[in-house]
C-alpha cells in the first residue's frame, strides 16, 4: 500500500552493535573529520558510497518510508559520513537513508543535528536525549521514540530511564534541573504560545543559563521538526534499536 | 524583567523597504552567491560584518529576544549574507539576529532555511509561505505570523491571503490542491500521531509527487521547529513587516 | 457554491476612511439620536434606507455570508443607523447588512453590541475591543479578527497591538490589569466551567470593580456568540478594515 | 466568600408553579404586550416594581450571582415584565435578577432572548431548548443547563429528554433532522473554527433551509454567550426548576 | 438500529420506589447475605430465578444495551441478590442485567462494586458516589449520571447536589475535604498521567489517610471502567431513576 | 518524599525467568486451581504466605505505590496464588503486592482480571494484551505499558509489535481487525461519550460478535481503572519486566 523507495534498503542486518562499548547511534561520529559534512565541502571527492544494499531488510524496516523517493548519488562528504556510521555503530541509521534522495537536505539535516546533539552546550548528551525522547512521546513518534529511547539507555546505562522517557517522563526519578528542564520542553511541545517568562525563570532558577535555555528550546524545537517528518512519511527506525542496552 | 542581549539590535528603522518592487525577507537572496553560506566556508574573509547598531530599536523588536545572548562575530559568509539583506530587503530579520550568537548554529539555520523555502520544489514558493502561515496559525507563533504573513501578502500580491493564512485558513478561497496541503500540513502540526497512509492517498489524489509530500512535510516540520524557538524565546519580529504589502 | 443574498451588497469601495480622525466602525455612532434603534421605534418613518447597491462588492465581502436570505426593507431606525454609517465610516459594516434580513434581530443586535461596547463602563473602549480581538483569537474568527483588529489599531493608535491581539495576545507588553482582564476572558473563552471565584478575585486584585468584572464577562460572552455566527455563516469581513490604521 | 448583592432575592419559594399546565420560564411571556419591553419605551411609567424581597431565598440561589451588583429601580416596561412572570410562572428567573442592575442591559437581553427562543422561526421552541441544553452541555453551565433543561421537560413533556440533553445529546432518540442539528450546534460549540460549506451541506440535507441554519447558529451562539456570563458570575438557577416536569 | 438482547427486559415499571425511606439501588444490599455473591458460591442451589420479563419495557431501557446477548441463567447466588434488589428497590439495576449473560462476569463485577462502594471506606458513601457522579460527568455517561446521580440525591437528601455533580461538581457549595477529593478524580479521570505526589499531598493535607487516597483513585478508577462499558453498549438506566429523590 | 509501605516489598530479584519458555505474568497461572480465588474461598487454610521479603528491591520498584499501607495477612487463596506467580513467573507482580493490603480487594482485583483476561473469548489473549497496551499509551500509564507491553512481546513472539502498543499503534502493521478493534478501544479510552452505533457496526464489519465488541469494550474499560489506579498511586512494575522478550 505504502510506496517505497526501492534504492533505500537497511544495512542494519549486518550490524554488529559493540554492546559492550555502547556508540550511541548519530551521536559518538561527532569530532571525526566528517561528522559536519555540510561544512567541510572542499573533501567531496576522496571517498565511496557506503554499499547500502548488502544487508536484507528487517520487516520493520523495509520500506524506510512510506514515500517513494530514489536515493541520489551521496556525495563524497556524505559517502564518508555514512561510512563511518557504518563502521562504528554497524549499521547507517534510516533517518540519514530517509534524506539521502537530496544531497542538501541529507547535508543540512545532518549538519543541524550533530551541532544541536553533539556539539558544545551546558546541557550534556543524555539530557539532549532525553528532551528528544520526551518531546517525541508527546508527539507519539515512533521512530524517534525508538532511535533516541535506545540513546538515553547507552549514555545513561540505565534502561529505565529509557523507558520512563517513552512511557511518561514524569515518572523518572531525575534531578530538579532534569525535571525543569523537561517540563519547559513539553509544555514547549503541547502548547508552544503559553510559554512565557515565568518559564524561562523557573528554568533560570534550576540553574540554566540563558544559552542553556536556547539549547533546550533548540533541541525541543528540533524533534518537534523531525517526529512530523517521520511521523509524515512513516518513517521506520533500523530494528537494531530494539535491543540495544537493554 | 526579559533579559536580552544588549549586542542584538533591530536595524530595521533605517530600513526603506522597496515596497514598488517587493522582496520579501529572506526570500531573493537565495540564489546570490552569498545564499547557502555553511556551504561555501572558504569566503569567510572578504566582508566587513553589516553595522547592525546604526537604527534605534523600534518598541516591539527591542530586545529581539527574551534570552541576553551576545552577538559573536560573524563569520565573513555571513556577513556578507547580512549585508546582501540590508542591500535588498533594507534590513536583517530578526531571527538572524537572534541566531547570530553562534555561527554554527546561525549558519546550518540559514542552509536549512534557504533549501526548503527558496530551493527547487514541486511547491511554489508562495505555497511554502502558506504552509508557514497556516502551521504558524495553529501554533500562534507571533514572530512567524508577522514574518511570513508579510511574505504571503508580497508573494501572492493578495493582501488578504495573507491574512486569512493568519487567521483561519479555511476561510481562504484556494485551489483543492492548495487546500488538500494546508490540510495536511495543519493535521501533522496539531497530532502529528495521527498522519498515516490515508493523508498521504489524499495529497496524491491532489495532485501532488512524492516529493511534494515531503516538502509539504518537511516545511510544516521546520515550523514546528521554528514556532517552538520563537515562543521560547520570546523572538519579536522586525516591525516593518507589519506596513509590508498591505 | 455557497449561496447568499444578491440584496446583500458591501458598500465599502466608495469609502473614504478618514485616516487622519480615526472612525473605528460600529464605534463612534453611539451617542447619535439613532445609536439604539431597538429603542427608539416612533421615529420610524422619517429616513429613507441607504442605497446599499453603489458600489461594487470586494473579491472578500461578496457574498457577505453563506446563507441565502433576502434582505427586509430596513426599518427607519435602521436605515437612519446605516446612513450614519455610511456618512461616518464610509461603509455599513458588513455584520449589519447579514443581520439585515429580518429587523427585530438587525435591532435587538445592535442594541446589545451599541451598549456594550459603547455604553458607559469602567473598561475603555480600547479595552473592550482588546477583549473582542483576543476571545476571536481563540475561537479563530475571521470576520471579529478582521474587523476588531482594525478597531484596536484605531483605538490605541499602535498597529502592534492589534496585531499581538489577533496573533497571540500573550506577546503584548500591556498593564497587568490589562493582562488580568485578558487572561480572565481567554479562560471563560476556552474553558468557561472552570472558571471559579479564584478568577473573579484575581480581577479584583488588578483593580476591577464588580461592574468591571460583568462588563469583562459580558463582551467576552458577546463575541463568543458573534464569533460563532460568523463561523457558521462564513461571514467575510469588509475589505477596507484590511488597511485601516496600519 | 463570593460577594453579592443583597437586593437580589430570589423569589421562587412562593412560586406556585402551574404543573398542570406546564408555563416555561421566560417561554409564555412572549406575545404579551411586556413581551419584548427594550422595543416599547413608551409605557414605562404605569407599573410598580414586583416585590422581590418576599420570599427567603433557597439555599442555592442566594445570592443569584457573585458579583455585588446593587439592583436598580426597574423600568416601567420591565417592572411589567417581572409582574407577568411571577404571576404566569410563579417567579422570576434569576438570570432577569442578575441583569437587573442595569436596565439597558436588561432590556437588550430580554429583547434578544425572546426573539430567538420565542419569535417565529422553523424550529420549534422545543427545538431550540434543545439546543440550549446541549450547547450548555459542552460548556458545563449549571444556570443554563437547569433552567433550559426544565424547559425541554416541559415542552416536550418527555423527563428523558431532558436529562439526555443535560448529560449527552448522543444517547437521544431523536430524528436524524434533530440530530443533525445538535451535531451542528455542538460543533460550532466546541470548534467554531471548523464549522465550513460541508455542515450547512448536511443541515441543507436534513430538511433545514437558510433561515434555519440562522437560527440554529444564533441560538447557539446565544447560549455560548449566556453559559459564559452565568460561569464567569456563578449564576444559580432558580430552585424551582430542579422539580419542574419531572 | 441497535442490535438487543430480547432477554433483557427492564423491570422497573412494576417497581413501587420506597421513597418515603431512600433505598438507592446497588447500596442497601450490602450486609445482607447475598451481598457479595461471588464469595459465596456454596449458596448457588437455594434461590429461583427472578422473573424478569414481567413488566414492559419502558421508552429509554428497552432495549438494555445495544449488543445481542442472550441473558444466561443466573447462578443461585446472583439469582437472590437480584431478588433482594426487587424486593428492597423494587428492580433490578439494568447494569446488572447487562451483565447477566456471564455470571462470572456478573459476579465479579458485583463484587468489585460492592467492596468499593459499599465496604468499609474513610469516604462516606455518599463521597463515593459524588466521586462517582463527577468522574462521569467528565466522560459524559448517561447510565452513570442516572444511576448515581440519583443515588447522590438520595443519600444527601439534597437534590441539589446531585444536579451539581452531573453538571458541574464546581459550582456544588461542599467542604474543602470534598473538593480537594473530586479534584484529584477528576483530574485522574481527564490526564492520569500528570497525577503526582504534588496531587498526593494536597489529599493528605485536606485530611484524608493513605488508604483514603486509594478508595478515591479506586472509585474514580471504577467509574472509569465502568463508564466506557457503558458508553461501549449504549446501556440505558432504569427509567425509575429519574424521578427519585428529586 | 513519596510514602511507601515497608511491608511491599518485590521479589523479583530472585526471579529467574523462564526466557526460553515465555510465561507472561498473570496470564499463564489461568486454569490453575488458585485462579480465581474470590471464587474458591474456601480452600483459605491451606497455604502458608509467600516471604516476599527475601530479595532486595530493585531501584525502580522500590517502593512499589506512593502510599503507606502495610501489606495484610494473605489469605490462603491469594498465598496460594502469589506461590504460583513466583513458582512460574520467578516473580509476584508488583499489582498483586499493591492490593494485598486488603484480601478483598485483592481478590476481586485477581477474579476480574484472571476472567477478562485469561477466560474464554473471541479474542486472543494476544489481542486483549494489545487492547492493553494501547489504551495504557493513550493514558500514558508507566506500570501498565511496562507490564502489558512485555506481555504483547511474549505472546506474539515479536518484539516490535510490543514497542508499536506502547508508541502509537497506527504504525502497526497489524490486520484490519486488529486495527479496528484498537481503533474502538482507544478511541472509547480518548472521548468515551462519541462511541456510537457506527463504532460498533465497524466492528461487526470486521467479523467481531456481539460478544466480542463486549469484551473489547470490558478490556479498554479495565486498563483505564487499571492506569488511573497505578497513577494515582505511582506504582512501579517489577523491573524484570523491561527486559522480557526482546
Known amino acids: 500500500m505504502a510506496k517505497a523507495s526501492k534504492n533505500l534498503k537497511a544495512a542494519d542486518k549486518t550490524a554488529k552493535p559493540a554492546r559492550t562499548q555502547p556508540q550511541p547511534a548519530l ?5 571525526d573529520k566528517v561528522a559536519s559534512p555540510a561544512a567541510k565541502p572542499g573533501k567531496r571527492a576522496a571517498l565511496k ?12 524496516d523495509a520500506p524506510i518510508i512510506a514515500l517513494n523517493l530514489p536515493a541520489a548519488k551521496l ?9 563511518k556510521c557504518q ?26 543535528y550533530n551541532d544541536l546533539m553533539l556539539g558544545e552546550s551546558g546541557l550534556s548528551k543524555l539530557e539532549r536525549e532525553m528532551i ?14 525508538t532511535a533516541h529511547g535506545a540513546a538515553v539507555r547507552q549514555y545513561s546505562g540505565n534502561p529505565l530511564l529509557g523507558e520512563h522517557m517513552v512511557m511518561n ?37 534550576a540553574g540554566f543559563s540563558e544559552r542553556d535555555i536556547w539549547d ?31
Chains 1, 2, 3, 4, 5, 6 share one sequence.
Not at 557506503?50 to 528487517?58: G, I, M
Not at 556525495?75 to 561510512?83: I, Q
Not at 563502521?87 to 543541524?112: C, H, Q, S
Request: charged letters at 20%; hydrophobic letters at 45%; glycine letters at 4%.
Open 75 to 83: 556525495s563524497p562528504a556524505m559517502a564518508a559520513y555514512f561510512k
Open 49 to 60: 558510497p557506503v554499499p547500502l544494499k548488502a544487508a536484507a531488510p528487517a520487516a520493520d
Open 27 to 31: 551521536r559518538a561520529i561527532k569530532g
Open 169 to 205: 517522563y514524569r515518572v523518572a526519578r531525575i534531578s530538579k534541573r532534569q525535571r525543569a528542564m523537561l517540563d519547559f520542553a513539553v509544555k514547549l511541545t503541547a502548547s508552544p504560545w503559553s510559554v512565557e517568562e515565568g518559564d524561562r525563570e523557573r528554568l533560570r532558577r
Open 216 to 246: 533546550i528550546s533548540a533541541v525541543a524545537g528540533f524533534f518537534n521538526m523531525s517526529n512530523r517528518i517521520a511521523s509524515a512519511t512513516d518513517m521506520r527506525p533500523n530494528t537494531v534499536y530494539h535491543g540495544q542496552a537493554r
Open 87 to 112: 563502521d562504528r555503530l554497524g549499521f547507517v541509521p534510516n533517518v540519514l537513508l530517509a534524506y539521502a534522495f537530496d544531497m542538501t537536505k541529507l547535508e543540512t539535516f545532518v549538519a543541524m
Open 132 to 145: 528528544a525522547v520526551a518531546v517525541s512521546s508527546q508527539n507519539r513518534c515512533y521512530y524517534c521514540l
